[in-house]
């Protein structure tokens, strides 16, 4: 079946590449700071240490023990329908930086997929979002989005969609299939700014955020 290109929303998409921009930088940054380590280990000492110094600092970077999870509840004057149609669509408000970072959106077999290039193209990796909808006990609209990044689990999130007082709220919990390494955590961070950002960009306020960084 062949697959079809789909367009983003382009406040939402607008604040991903601010992001992107920024997470570079950052990622950038945090190899210079590896590096300059390793050379003032070798100036002050001898090549030797400086080897051993920066083969642990790259173990202790990308060694995978920490896992992200948490909470967020979102709110809207869109109506509960319009919502649930946003969440089961191809571009979750909730995953504004992943569809908003990636090349394009594609559905392909009914799935909505985010091709994605980086590191000057020498690198890509594609993620795929598979969502199941079911109407909970009190009547609400549960959402499960399984995000999957080269057919293997990354993350599980979960939307609950209900009316209070007028208006729509949400509240999601998400959880990481998959753990990340130290070298992560200022990505992480300024990942939760722009997350935020990208979802008010959409229309939607952020009522309450928890996340968590734990082995």
């Given at each position: 079946?062949?697959?079809?290109?789909?367009?983003?929303?382009?406040?939402?998409?607008?604040?991903?590449?601010?992001?992107l921009r920024r997470e570079r930088l950052l990622s950038g940054l945090v190899i210079v700071v590896v590096v300059s380590l390793f050379?003032?280990?070798?100036?002050?000492?001898?090549?030797?240490?400086?080897?051993?110094?920066?083969?642990?600092?790259?173990?202790?970077?990308?060694?995978?023990?920490?896992?992200?999870?948490?909470?967020?509840?979102?709110?809207?004057?869109?109506?509960?329908?319009?919502?649930?149609?946003?969440?089961?669509?191809?571009?979750?408000?909730?995953?504004?930086?992943?569809?908003?970072?990636?090349?394009?959106?594609?559905?392909?077999?009914?799935?909505?997929?985010?091709?994605?290039?980086?590191?000057?193209?020498?690198?890509?990796?594609?993620?795929?979002?598979?969502?199941?909808?079911?109407?909970?006990?009190?009547?609400?609209?549960?959402?499960?989005?399984?995000?999957?990044?080269?057919?293997?689990?990354?993350?599980?999130?979960?939307?609950?969609?209900?009316?209070?007082?007028?208006?729509?709220?949400?509240?999601?919990?998400?959880?990481?299939?998959?753990?990340?390494?130290?070298?992560?955590?200022?990505?992480?961070?300024?990942?939760?700014?722009?997350?935020?950002?990208?979802?008010?960009?959409?229309?939607?306020?952020?009522?309450?955020?928890?996340?968590?960084?734990?082995?």
């Amino acid at each position: 079946m062949p697959s079809t290109t789909i367009a983003r929303p382009e406040d939402g998409l607008r604040v991903a590449k601010q992001y992107l921009r920024r997470e570079r930088l950052l990622s950038g940054l945090v190899i210079v700071v590896v590096v300059s380590l390793f050379l003032l280990t070798y100036v002050t000492t001898s090549l030797l240490p400086a080897v051993v110094v920066a083969a642990v600092l790259v173990v202790i970077a990308r060694a995978p023990i920490l896992q992200s999870k948490g909470t967020v509840r979102l709110q809207t004057d869109t109506e509960l329908e319009a919502v649930v149609d946003a969440f089961t669509g191809p571009t979750p408000p909730v995953l504004g930086l992943q569809w908003g970072v990636a090349d394009e959106v594609i559905i392909e077999d009914g799935t909505p997929t985010y091709p994605t290039s980086y590191l000057l193209g020498l690198r890509s990796a594609e993620p795929s979002v598979n969502t199941r909808t079911v109407t909970t006990p009190n009547g609400a609209q549960q959402v499960e989005l399984e995000i999957l990044v080269n057919d293997k689990p990354w993350a599980t999130y979960t939307a609950r969609i209900s009316n209070a007082d007028e208006q729509t709220v949400i509240d999601v919990e998400y959880t990481s299939n998959r753990r990340f390494g130290l070298r992560r955590i200022p990505q992480q961070l300024l990942a939760k700014r722009y997350r935020d950002a990208a979802i008010t960009a959409q229309g939607y306020t952020v009522v309450e955020r928890n996340a968590h960084f734990g082995l």
